[in-house]
């Protein structure tokens, strides 16, 4: 590959080289599309198996985006099965919701609608009608379940379709995604911390701050000093999917207290380490300053992997100009006190980093509402912003 | 006297389903040490009390969450209002008999 300037879109001159419109930004009636065309027609991310390990463990999660809210519950038999969270009797929530998140268990392996009490299991049948007799005979309980939602997993990510009949299998819609990420251990590194909040910016201007390694130099003086000068490396476009590595100068001088941490526990970003638990796919080529791939799993998901270190964005849109963010962090759990501090070093590091991405979202979206720039500049580095702007357009107007 | 179930099956602050084969159906308990029996079938809905969960004394229905006193059969939490059949129960030999 050419070390060119322009080496991105000599590779991929099909997505084009000229400035991009802020419009899918800032128009509400693009975003009734994209929901339309996006969020209620592909798998979505919603979750880890491990969320819910135990019969009767279910998960609420809300998304906007599809109008809707999502039941995920694992069952006797230990499958986990999706739902609409809509009861039929008269379209109350089943679980009440207090958040976008919502977690309970039932040993039974039920759900209850806590309106007039009637009963659901796990695989969706509506169990128990309190005063079923008062119902009229045009009333069947076996056509009266939860309303089923396409649900399928990959390496133990949760994913769901909000589409009758999905246009793809999950499998189909992964494609090369699932083969470049699978047999990352995300099941063993599994000791972390999540932080979520609202922004005031449309979803893709939360996902493009996250989708290039240019701002580092500037918005992470502080957390992550001169550390990027290689840039992207191995950029990989996989229908809608796209990868790259992510690399970073890893001998500049870390402060003396992240030197530390770094010894003990290697759970920061710029911390250097020597065995490999990448599959082959990622940094093919060993080079030694790879720090992470960034990969963006369409529409919204994030999923960085690193030697150790494994962390996900997601940008889940509310409103045109409304976007609920979600960040996980996962590490290996420390064995010692030693490595405890360390971890909680690097992810208290990896928190400031985040607090300062999502510092300019906002700031980003008001200008663009201003209408006095309409368009778009990218540079070569920023071929993941330019390829989703390209799938999306390629999805709203499908 | 007739074996239920072995100790271990009931440990502190947990209820097991004990299914006599004629008909019977129990629910066998363990508060503060002591052991308990009563009806498993809770006596509102169709549910199995031994999947509810216990609080303070009380099995917590897993449908609707009515509740009955676990010594008495008491119906203590709404929508329940029927008592629980209860059985005497000792623990001997390792294992639960019911008397």
Known sequence: MSETAHRWIEQYPELG????????????????????????QVWLCVGRENEIPRAGDYKVKRLAAADTSAILIRGKDGKVRAFHNACAHRGNTVVNETGEETFGRNKAGIV????????????????????????????????????????????????????ETPDAS??????????????????????????????????????????????????????FPNVFSTGLQNVKLMGPHRTCAVCLTLNAKPTPVAAIANAMAGASLVST???????????PDKRADFAFELSVLFPNTLIHVAEGIWFTHQFWPIAHNKTLWEGRYYV?????????????????????????????????????QSRAKTLQHLQDDEILIRHGAVIVDRFVNA | MERLCASADVPEGE????????????????????????????????????????ENGEIVCPYHMG??????????GAPCSIALR???VVERDEAIHLI
């Open chain 1, 332 to 368: 290996k759990a420390p064995q010692t006190n030693g490595q405890r501090w360390a971890t909680e070093h690097a992810m208290t590091l990896q928190r400031n980093a985040w607090l300062e991405d999502t510092a300019t979202m906002e700031d980003t979206q008001r200008a663009m």
């Open chain 1, 170 to 223: 999950l499998a189909e819609f992964l494609g090369d995604y699932a083969t470049h990420f699978a047999g990352y251990p995300f099941d063993t590194l599994d000791y972390g911390f999540t932080y979520h909040t609202y922004l005031d910016c449309n979803w893709k201007v939360a996902h493009d701050a996250f989708a290039e390694a240019y701002h580092v130099d500037t918005i992470h003086a502080g957390s």
């Open chain 2, 67 to 76: 509740k009955f006193d676990i010594r008495t059969g008491e119906a203590t």
């Open chain 2, 86 to 88: 209860t059985y005497s």
């Open chain 1, 112 to 163: 209850t609608c806590r309106f007039h009490g009637w009963v659901y299991d796990a695989e969706g049948a509506l169990k128990q009608v309190p005063s079923e007799q008062r119902f009229y005979n045009c009333f069947s309980k076996a056509e009266n379940g939860l309303a089923p939602i396409h649900l399928d997993t990959w390496e133990g990510f949760l994913f769901v379709n909000l589409a």
């Open chain 1, 17 to 40: 080289s000229g400035p991009i419109s802020t419009e899918p930004y800032i128009s509400p009636e693009w975003y009734e599309r994209e929901k339309e065309k996006i969020f209620r």
């Open chain 1, 273 to 283: 380490r020597a065995e490999s638990m990448l599959p082959p796919t990622i940094n």
């Open chain 2, 15 to 54: 209820v097991f389903q004990v299914d006599l084969g004629d008909g019977r159906v129990l629910a066998v308990y363990r508060v503060d040490g002591q052991v308990y029996a009563t009806d498993d079938l809770c006596t509102h809905g169709d549910a199995s009390l031994a999947e509810g969960e216990i």
